[in-house]
């Protein structure tokens, strides 16, 4: 891991970022709806719209429109929402904080579970326990997560009345109500990584165990603890990395579903409020600063990956 | 005073009727308990915080916390005092006086004269400022500051509900100071004369305001302050009310209400209201110019059975005049039934024997707009209409097709007095002529009713006018809804308004049991 | 053909995912004509109807039944979630053999510019490309086949590639064919057999993620039965009517298990390695 490597990551990532502002400001910008007509809905007179077109710039060219807003973007600052008058960054930011919550929650069951099912599912190969998390893994994969959600507020929510179905306490406000409500969206996300990562986990742990690395440490005769501890699971890790920072991606979409099924007001939500009722600067902020994140994760994944790497072939 | 037991009280004074109710409460009213935090929840989000901007019902209840008007609206609809006293017409009903209040001042301590009333109707005429308010009024031509404390207003029409319509959601009072140094300072805060003053505001989620110990009246408001936190998901507000999160929902849908109103500790609240969803046609173009085409379809709806799929049986039967019995002076005209055989006939006289395909457009906001547009497809066919619905985004309706279209679903509050809703919608210079009817006769009758006194003459006059509808059909309108709410029953004073967009929440007060909350 | 069949009926995913996926191809051709009622007739005193002998799946808000809707539905759901995966993996696959054929600078900004473009979440790309086209089934299926394009862009370039190296490809470059013979009828036909397995799970995502534009109101319109919308309207009614909801969320769960299945399957038997 070169520091020319991690530099090359960077300013893939700045390129990244360039091509994501030019696509959603091209998107945004072709929005059927004219966003003063959005502003004023039903009290528009042409006066009117005329002056609130002046006011937030609509007349200049578009590619002054961009430049203009690119560079309050570098600046930090994404301009002032069309539907509320504030600031749009801050808003976001602090959306996306209790998003990042929902995904770090989520990213902790989904380890604390994954792993745990995957490495059973793999020793026992065949059997009942790979069966079971088999049937698990592939039912998390093929629901969406409405679907998920949905059956879980029924059973949970409403049959068992367990847990409340939807809403937001902050953390801050209640610690123990926050985290109640948090509980029916953690699982929705992580059952879909929670599938997805045990089986990569057992399908790696399943390849390591064959190779000859692997029977040749069983035949030195270590114990089938240390094979499985020391060696498989170190190099089964390594691919499951990328899977996960590959999940990321997924996750910030999955979010914005979740969000706005639990009415948790995240990034998503606020994107999807954005996007109906045609905010323009707070669609490409949203956009824009979900990508970043991914783009983000998916670098520091990178990093990890040759971090480690190095380390096992030292080893 | 003898204790009666509160609640058994208010279930025989409800059962007693709408009339009974206000004439015992007062007797029966303790002196409200001052203090606590009442948490109301809505349910959208409340983006705008200038209340000559305001659209949508929950931000009418915050900018009614901040702010006052000269006039507000009494629960039964008539104008009474807010910042001005008293008022007198002439007789032509051409020239309206309001006496202000003295010694009002502004949430910043600068007081409020007869300036910033001129100018705040100013801001609001003026048509850059795009005021919902700007239509909705009354026919304003001048408005003057005799003196400090009194103001005159000239109209281009005689009108004789002026008082009521100054009470409008939007015509509020702001510094004159403030309009000229820009409205977008009234996004961020609140400037205003009314009973509670703005702690802080994050449109989606929560308003904080706390008393204004300078509000004009002494005693009200009895709560030290009110929260109103945004629920956009009605199973989580309607959950946050039953767990004792908040006190108040200022509107339940017709799908949850059942299930809070039983809720322990919880009480649903009900009104009749004139609150209506309904299909416009346009009567300016084919095939809608048609005045039998119109009739044909209307003969095909099954009043009672929309009742209960747009408002799970929690309305009333519309008879396509924008009335029900919630207004002063509606005219209970013969019930129209399902006539299919009629409604064939009347299709076929106009040139469609063969039937007619048209595309019935519904906005996705709110959903019901689409429940209704379905379900007239369905009751429709057997006539031989074959309906198409399109839905589209809120906005996209807006710019496209509302006040344009030939044929789309319209939803609306109801109005204090029946010259509002025509005015608003049918007449031929109406504020949104969504329809283009344009109907002379109707238009005379409406006229020649706002200038009228006389209550029994002005009662034929619109139920003239009601009749002429009733024929001609400019827009279905098949059911009214009940406004639905919900309560705690800690919460005291509360009363369910049937405008729908006014909440009075400085009549509130917590009694017993109420949490504590800092 | 037969015996890659018949070595998918062998393996218990392979034959569970055939089965599942038959049924639906059965519920696709046949639906309406199994259905009991007319899927749109409603009946104001059947409102909310848990199942029952008269309706076996319930009612719905207008009194419709249920089952007559999902059998209706099927054909919105599958038939335009395959129509998108296809239209998404004929583009992705044209932009990742071209990519491939060119190799070098070309070939590095294309894929660098197709990792910038992946790093929008394809719900995020679908949402947008729907609000900016309009919401209907159709423009959901253009976005999702958008939103795909990327994906299998990538997958291709990487088959395409090996292929790129192959001895056949290096013997037409010699003999002067022009590049859009050498892409189109030497390097497409071989990269094929791969892109159809990676297609086949990717309809399971299809399936998805068009229900989840329908459930967010920006796929299928009303009153169409396309389950991810039965779902989204459902909701308002879900303490009237658990039903109601249940049924749509269990019929897109089994789609998309059915297609998971089925390309595992067919990916075990043409790849035997993983």
């Known amino acids: 891991m070169s520091p020319a490597y991690v530099l090359k990551r960077i300013a893939l990532i700045c390129y990244t970022l360039f091509v994501v502002s030019l696509i959603v400001f091209a998107i945004t910008q072709i929005l059927p709806a004219d966003a003063a007509v959005m502003l004023l809905g039903e009290n528009a007179t042409q006066e009117a719209l005329a002056a609130v077109r002046e006011r937030l710039g609509l007349d200049a060219p578009l590619w002054q429109q961009y430049l203009h807003w690119l560079g309050g973007v570098v600046q930090g600052d994404f301009g002032t929402s069309m539907r509320t008058g504030q600031p749009v960054g801050p808003a976001l930011f602090e959306a996306l904080g209790r998003s990042l919550l929902l995904a770090l929650f989520s990213i902790l069951l989904m380890l604390a579970l994954a792993l745990p099912l995957g490495i059973v599912a793999a020793i026992r190969r065949g059997r009942i326990a790979d069966l079971v998390v088999g049937v698990i893994s592939y039912i998390g994969v093929s629901l969406p997560e409405f679907v998920t959600a949905t059956l879980l507020v029924l059973v949970l929510a409403d049959w068992l009345q367990w847990l409340p179905a939807t809403g937001y306490v902050p953390l801050t406000e209640n610690f123990g109500r926050g985290l109640l409500h948090l509980v029916l969206p953690v699982l929705t996300v992580s059952l879909i990584l929670i599938a997805h990562v045990s089986r990569m986990v057992r399908s790696e742990l399943v390849d390591v165990l064959h190779t000859d690395y692997i029977r040749a440490a069983r035949l030195k005769g270590l114990s089938n603890r240390t094979v499985l501890f020391k060696h498989g699971l170190r190099n089964a890790l390594l691919p499951t990395i990328t899977i996960v920072a590959l999940d990321i991606g997924y996750l910030l979409g999955g979010v914005i579903v979740v969000e706005e099924i639990f009415a948790l007001p995240g990034i998503g939500r606020q994107l999807i409020v954005a996007i109906q009722s045609r905010d323009l600067p707070s669609v490409q902020a949203g956009a824009l600063i979900m990508a970043t994140t991914y783009a983000i994760a998916n670098f520091l994944a990178d990093i990890a990956y040759a971090w480690l790497d190095r380390r096992i072939q030292y080893d | 005073m003898p204790t009666v037991d509160r609640r058994s009280f208010l279930a025989a004074s409800a059962a007693l009727g709408g009339l009974a109710i206000s004439g015992l409460d007062v007797g029966a009213q303790t002196a409200p308990r001052r203090g606590g935090t009442l948490r109301v929840s809505v349910d959208q989000a409340v983006s705008k915080l200038n209340p000559l901007l305001t659209r949508v019902n929950p931000e009418y209840l915050v900018a009614e916390l901040l702010y006052s008007g000269l006039t507000r609206l009494a629960l039964d609809m008539s104008a009474e005092p807010d910042l001005a006293e008293s008022w007198t017409n002439s007789a032509d009903l051409l020239e309206w006086t309001f006496n202000l209040r003295k010694g009002v001042t502004f949430h910043d301590g600068s007081p409020c004269t007869a300036a910033d009333v001129v100018a705040s109707f100013e801001a609001i005429l003026d048509a850059k400022t795009a005021s919902p308010a700007r239509q909705n009024v009354g026919p304003i031509a001048k408005i003057a500051a005799k003196d400090d404390s009194t103001v005159v207003f000239t109209l281009s029409a005689p009108f004789a509900d002026l008082p009521v319509t100054l009470a409008y959601t939007n015509a509020k009072i702001v510094p004159a100071a403030v309009l000229k140094s820009g409205l977008e300072k009234l996004d961020r805060e609140a400037v205003g004369t009314g009973p509670f003053k703005l702690v802080s505001f994050e449109p989606e989620r929560q308003i904080v305001v706390t008393r204004n110990d300078a509000y004009y009246d002494k005693a009200r408001p009895y709560l030290d302050r009110v929260v109103v936190v945004v629920y956009p998901d009605s199973t989580a507000e309607g959950s946050a009310l039953i767990a004792g999160d908040t006190d108040l929902i200022s509107t339940v849908p017709p799908t949850e209400f059942a299930r809070i109103s039983k809720a322990s500790g919880v009480k649903g609240l009900r009104v009749a209201s004139g609150q209506f969803c309904n299909v416009n046609f346009g009567c300016d173009q084919k095939p809608f110019n048609d005045v039998r085409v119109r009739q044909a379809l209307a003969l095909t709806v099954d009043r009672n059975a929309m009742v209960d799929f747009v408002t799970e049986g929690l309305g009333t039967v519309g008879n396509d005049v924008p009335l029900n019995s919630a207004y002063r002076f509606f005219a209970d005209l013969p019930r129209k039934a399902p006539d299919l055989a009629k409604a064939k006939k009347l299709l076929a006289d106009a040139g469609y024997p063969n039937g007619l395909e048209v595309t019935l457009i519904a906005s996705d906001r709110p959903p019901l707009r689409t429940q209704l547009a379905v379900a007239l497809r369905e009751m429709a066919k057997p006539a031989g209409f074959t309906i198409n619905v399109q839905t589209m985004p809120h906005a996209t309706y807006l710019d496209q097709v509302w006040k344009k279209g030939s044929f789309y679903v319209g939803f609306y509050n109801m109005q204090p007095t029946a010259d509002a809703i025509f005015a608003l919608l049918y007449t031929s210079n109406a504020a949104w002529n969504e329809t283009r009817w344009n109907n002379a006769g109707f238009d005379k009758l409406v006229n020649e009713a706002r200038a009228t006194v006389d209550e029994a003459r002005r009662r034929d006059l619109y139920a003239q006018a009601q009749k002429l509808m009733h024929e001609e059909v400019p827009s279905i309108i098949p059911a009214f809804f009940d406004l639905l709410a919900a309560q705690r029953d800690w919460v005291e004073g509360y009363k369910l308004h049937p405008r729908g967009a006014v909440f009075r929440l400085d009549y509130v007060s917590l009694g017993a049991g109420a949490p504590k909350r800092g | ?274």
């Not at chain 3, 059965?26 to 009622?37: D, Q, T």
């Not at chain 3, 979630?81 to 294309?110: C, F, N, P, Q, W």
């Open chain 3, 1 to 274: 053909m037969t015996e890659t069949f018949r070595r998918m009926l062998r393996s218990p995913q392979g034959a569970l995912g055939l089965l599942i996926v038959g049924l639906i191809l059965l519920v696709v051709i046949l639906g309406p004509a199994l259905a009991p009622y007319n899927p749109d007739t409603m009946a104001p005193l059947q409102r909310y109807k848990p199942p029952s002998a008269q309706f076996w799946l319930g009612t719905d808000q207008y009194g419709r039944d249920i089952l007559s809707r999902l059998l209706n539905g099927a054909r919105a759901t599958v038939v335009l979630a395959l129509i998108a995966t296809g239209l998404g993996t004929l583009a992705g696959a044209m932009i990742g053999t071209v990519s491939a054929y060119l190799g070098g600078r070309a070939d590095e900004a294309i894929m660098r510019t197709i990792d910038a473009v992946m790093s929008i979440p394809s719900l995020l790309m679908a949402l947008l490309i729907v609000n900016l086209l309009g919401k209907s089934s159709l423009n959901a299926v253009l976005a999702i086949a958008i939103a795909f394009t990327p994906g299998m862009a990538r997958v291709t370039r990487s088959v395409a590639l090996a292929v790129r190296k192959q001895d056949y490809v290096n013997a037409a470059i010699a003999r002067g064919e022009s590049a859009g013979f050498i892409v189109w009828r030497e390097m497409l036909p071989n990269v094929v057999a791969p892109i159809i397995v990676e297609m086949t799970i990717r309809v399971a995502f299809a399936v998805m993620l068009f229900a989840t534009l329908s459930f967010l109101g920006l796929g299928a319109q009303p009153p169409a039965s396309e389950w991810g919308l039965m779902v989204a309207e459902a909701r308002r009614f879900m303490h009237l009517s658990p039903w109601m909801i249940l049924w749509p969320s269990l019929a897109v769960a089994l789609v998309a298990i059915g297609f998971n299945l089925l390309g595992d399957g067919l990916r075990d038997v043409l790849n035997p390695r993983t």
